[in-house]
């Protein structure tokens, strides 16, 4: 059971991960306003869809943030009760340091479950309603849902279960109607890709329809000059990075399936299975600094040093991803390698700090 000395600890944690939170996703969307303010004018997407559609944004933003902001209150706040010599009385009283340690991952567990939650429930939910939003006052006859895309063309309904970088489509269907709204020719391919101004449609089976029959017709590759305007796919697609875990292993195994590139979506699938843990990384890297000759400075040096940590984790991760990606890396070591190198420095850090105490 937690001391009241724990929870007092746990609190401390807690609130200074809620406010670095809030500082760091308030300034990630000030940016991303800024950066969104260059599309109004396109279609009905003015200031107030802006903004909606930032907000929309900013669970996904506060995932990501996370673990960065558990960093930065555990060294901020914690920091203040080592600078009132609190941790010393604390350690006076018999507080060991695993003790100390264990309370700060007790902690970090709540943020933890807080961000897992948050990842995967909603933030793609909300995601998801914020590319609708964007793409239907691009272009009225474009809607995003969570069961694919539906666009219209005259008396074209084309609709595809998924956006994918690199101009692609997953799951394509195409409707066709006539004058009096029946319709009249169905196709279905399982992928599509615009290249060289034109759609690659792959594994194409179409169904022409009449008063009296069906004619029924196969081919493995056709090439059709209309279907989605390109410029629209930076509103329609959805980075890897922005999927729930279970969204992404049905994306990697439909990939597999088809025998396409799944590599980008494999090592989204394992980051959001060692994103979380890397929170009680980051805490176990502050705590090194909050006792022995480290604690000296004020919050400024301490500011500094999270933000530097931060920084470099995020380096370091982005840069395996590509690394991985690159070199055909196994997805589950692109992911997990920064986690397991901020942890040996962690414990490293720990380590030298009990010789030091």
């Given at each position: 059971m937690t001391t009241v000395l724990g929870r007092y600890v746990m609190r401390q944690v807690l609130i200074g991960t809620a406010l670095a939170v809030m500082l760091l996703v308030a300034l990630d969307a000030v940016f991303a306003l800024i950066d969104e303010l260059r599309d109004t004018g396109r279609g009905d997407y003015g200031l107030r869809e802006a903004l909606l559609y930032v907000a929309l944004t900013l669970p996904r933003r506060m995932y990501d943030m996370l673990p960065s902001a558990a960093l930065l209150g555990g060294l901020l706040w914690l920091g203040n009760l080592a600078a009132n010599s609190e941790l010393t009385a604390m350690r006076a009283a018999g507080m060991t340091?695993?003790?100390?340690?264990?309370?700060v991952m007790q902690a970090g567990l709540v943020v933890v479950v807080v961000m897992v939650v948050v990842g995967e429930f909603f933030a793609p939910a909300a995601e998801?309603?914020?590319q609708n939003l964007k793409a239907t006052a691009f272009d009225e006859q474009l809607s995003v849902s969570p069961i694919g895309l539906?666009?219209?063309d005259g008396r074209r309904m084309v609709q595809a279960d998924a956006v994918l970088p690199g101009n692609q489509l997953l799951g394509v269907r195409i409707i066709e109607v006539d004058e009096h709204r029946e319709p009249r020719e169905i196709t279905r391919a399982e992928s599509a890709q615009y290249v060289d101004g034109a759609w690659r449609l792959q594994g194409v089976e179409r169904s022409r329809l009449s008063l009296d029959r069906v004619e029924p017709e196969r081919v493995e590759e056709q090439t059709i000059e209309r279907l989605i305007a390109p410029e629209y796919f930076d509103v329609l697609v959805v980075e890897p990075s922005q999927m729930a875990a279970h969204d992404l292993a049905r994306y990697v195994a439909?990939?597999?399936?088809?025998?396409?590139?799944?590599?980008?979506?494999?090592?989204?699938?394992w980051q959001r299975i060692t994103l979380p843990a890397s929170t009680f990384v980051m805490l176990l890297l502050a705590i090194p600094f909050l006792f022995g000759s480290q604690r000296e400075g004020g919050a400024g040096k301490r500011l500094f040093i999270g933000i530097a940590i931060g920084v470099s984790f995020v380096i370091v991760m982005r840069a395996m991803t590509h690394l991985g990606l690159v070199?055909?890396?196994p997805p589950v070591m692109a992911a997990s390698l920064p986690v397991v190198l901020f942890l040996i420095l962690a414990l490293y850090a720990l380590q030298r700090m009990g010789r030091q105490t």
């Amino acid at each position: 059971m937690t001391t009241v000395l724990g929870r007092y600890v746990m609190r401390q944690v807690l609130i200074g991960t809620a406010l670095a939170v809030m500082l760091l996703v308030a300034l990630d969307a000030v940016f991303a306003l800024i950066d969104e303010l260059r599309d109004t004018g396109r279609g009905d997407y003015g200031l107030r869809e802006a903004l909606l559609y930032v907000a929309l944004t900013l669970p996904r933003r506060m995932y990501d943030m996370l673990p960065s902001a558990a960093l930065l209150g555990g060294l901020l706040w914690l920091g203040n009760l080592a600078a009132n010599s609190e941790l010393t009385a604390m350690r006076a009283a018999g507080m060991t340091l695993g003790r100390f340690i264990a309370w700060v991952m007790q902690a970090g567990l709540v943020v933890v479950v807080v961000m897992v939650v948050v990842g995967e429930f909603f933030a793609p939910a909300a995601e998801s309603r914020a590319q609708n939003l964007k793409a239907t006052a691009f272009d009225e006859q474009l809607s995003v849902s969570p069961i694919g895309l539906w666009a219209r063309d005259g008396r074209r309904m084309v609709q595809a279960d998924a956006v994918l970088p690199g101009n692609q489509l997953l799951g394509v269907r195409i409707i066709e109607v006539d004058e009096h709204r029946e319709p009249r020719e169905i196709t279905r391919a399982e992928s599509a890709q615009y290249v060289d101004g034109a759609w690659r449609l792959q594994g194409v089976e179409r169904s022409r329809l009449s008063l009296d029959r069906v004619e029924p017709e196969r081919v493995e590759e056709q090439t059709i000059e209309r279907l989605i305007a390109p410029e629209y796919f930076d509103v329609l697609v959805v980075e890897p990075s922005q999927m729930a875990a279970h969204d992404l292993a049905r994306y990697v195994a439909y990939l597999q399936e088809n025998r396409l590139d799944s590599a980008p979506y494999e090592v989204a699938f394992w980051q959001r299975i060692t994103l979380p843990a890397s929170t009680f990384v980051m805490l176990l890297l502050a705590i090194p600094f909050l006792f022995g000759s480290q604690r000296e400075g004020g919050a400024g040096k301490r500011l500094f040093i999270g933000i530097a940590i931060g920084v470099s984790f995020v380096i370091v991760m982005r840069a395996m991803t590509h690394l991985g990606l690159v070199y055909n890396l196994p997805p589950v070591m692109a992911a997990s390698l920064p986690v397991v190198l901020f942890l040996i420095l962690a414990l490293y850090a720990l380590q030298r700090m009990g010789r030091q105490t």
